[in-house]
């Protein structure tokens, strides 16, 4: 057995992806350390993080001076400096892509939030921001948005890797499966090699406990309080029971025999936000092969510190799951309308890191004339 629990972890099958990225991390040799100490494999990012990381330290201040002298606008510079630091760390993971055979070694960046409800736009960005990036381990993250399913197909069906981020519900998440699939069986008719393409399907775990955690307090029942803090294990459960059957059925039987890979499911949106609950709770619990978890920075910590892995807590786990749900629903509690306000509230977020985003890059390019 392995001495830490993270490489306990990457034993069991779970692929660990860090939710952080930064100028300062790569120059450091910060995210170097981590891949050697806590077996990460992978990074994703989102408008919230890169707001975050230009907000401290001067690691950008050259290339804002040099954007600043060459007078591009906010967008471009934004463009410029994201895609810089996804390349970065795309070398910096490329020899995990190359011995997992692109399975890992994966750094995925957004296209603008704002186009979340724009099919053609986010078409149109993922391409751009893929051909930016120019590593063929970087994944574009599209939001799985009704018309972010549209882009997923056109995308993938371009032999563009794809990260599909922002899913709550079994119900999308069977859509995006299946505009994954398509997206395959138009590269394959193209001619493009299969085993080229690779996808990850983000489901979000905490944000799921958060909503009905506080539908069920309105309730009040004893009932109630008991299914606390169970919805979100349970929906990523009965999500990893979906990926089994539709990986195992006909259609991506027929593509896989053909090059294809599996798009495997990642748990997303992993850290606690009860502080009541162990904070390691959504890696422990949803330890199975075959997937990733993507971790922010503190959960990592606590996985590494105390984490404790007993192994496959997914597998055999669906009947429960499926009581679980329905006994939420039996509360009078639409698990339907929750995950649909999380989608909704997600873009919204998202919109506003990105606008914190263009405001902070747009200080710092008037400071730099």
């Given at each position: 057995m392995s001495t830490t629990p993270t490489a306990?972890?990457?034993?069991?099958?779970?692929?660990?992806w860090l939710d952080d990225l930064s100028r300062e991390r790569i120059k450091s040799e910060g995210l170097q350390q981590l891949i050697a100490e806590r077996d990460v494999?992978?990074?994703?990012?989102?408008?919230?993080?890169?707001?975050?990381?230009?907000?401290?330290?001067?690691?950008?201040?050259?290339?804002?001076?040099?954007?600043?002298?060459?007078?591009?606008?906010?967008?471009?510079?934004?463009?410029?400096?994201?895609?810089?630091?996804?390349?970065?760390?795309?070398?910096?993971f490329r020899d995990i892509y190359e011995s997992s055979k692109g399975f890992d070694g994966r750094v995925s960046i957004e296209v603008e939030p704002g186009l979340a409800h724009d099919?053609?736009?986010?078409?149109?960005?993922?391409?751009a921001l893929w051909a930016k990036v120019d590593q063929p381990n970087a994944m574009i993250k599209i939001p799985a948005t009704v018309e972010g399913l549209e882009a997923i197909t056109a995308v993938i069906a371009a032999g563009i890797s794809v990260n599909v981020t922002l899913i709550f519900s079994l119900e999308r998440y069977a859509a995006v499966i299946d505009a994954y699939l398509a997206g395959l069986e138009q590269a394959k008719a193209a001619g493009i090699d299969l085993s080229t393409i690779h996808s990850v399907a983000s489901f979000f775990v905490s944000r799921v406990?958060?909503?009905?955690?506080?539908?069920?307090?309105?309730?009040?029942?004893?009932?109630?309080?008991?299914?606390?803090?169970?919805?979100?294990?349970?929906?990523?459960?009965?999500?990893?029971?979906?990926?089994?059957?539709?990986?195992?059925?006909?259609?991506?039987?027929?593509?896989?025999?053909?090059?294809a890979n599996p798009q495997r499911p990642l748990w997303a949106s992993t850290g606690v936000k009860d502080p009541s609950l162990p904070d390691t709770l959504y890696v422990?619990?949803?330890?199975?092969?075959?997937?990733?978890?993507?971790?922010?920075?503190?959960?990592?910590?606590?996985?590494?510190?105390?984490?404790?892995?007993?192994?496959d807590r997914v597998t055999g786990s669906y009947a429960a799951a499926q009581e679980v749900i329905d006994a939420i629903e039996a509360q009078g509690i639409s698990v339907a309308e929750v995950t649909a306000l999380l989608e909704k509230e997600g873009v919204e977020k998202f919109i506003v890191s990105w606008n914190e985003l263009l405001e902070t890059v747009t200080s710092a390019l008037e400071a730099a004339k």
């Open positions: 306990q972890l990457s034993e069991v099958g779970v692929s660990i494999v992978g990074v994703t990012t989102n408008p919230t993080i890169f707001a975050s990381a230009l907000s401290k330290g001067e690691a950008y201040d050259e290339q804002v001076r040099e954007l600043a002298a060459a007078g591009v606008d906010v967008t471009k510079a934004v463009f410029e400096i994201t895609t810089d630091d996804v390349r970065d760390a795309s070398i910096v099919a053609q736009g986010t078409i149109e960005q993922a391409k406990d958060s909503e009905i955690d506080k539908r069920l307090d309105a309730v009040g029942t004893d009932e109630a309080a008991a299914l606390k803090s169970k919805a979100g294990v349970a929906n990523a459960q009965l999500a990893y029971k979906l990926y089994e059957e539709q990986f195992a059925g006909e259609r991506a039987a027929a593509l896989i025999g053909a090059g422990t619990e949803l330890a199975v092969a075959g997937v990733v978890n993507t971790m922010p920075e503190k959960t990592l910590e606590a996985t590494f510190d105390h984490g404790v892995i007993e192994g």
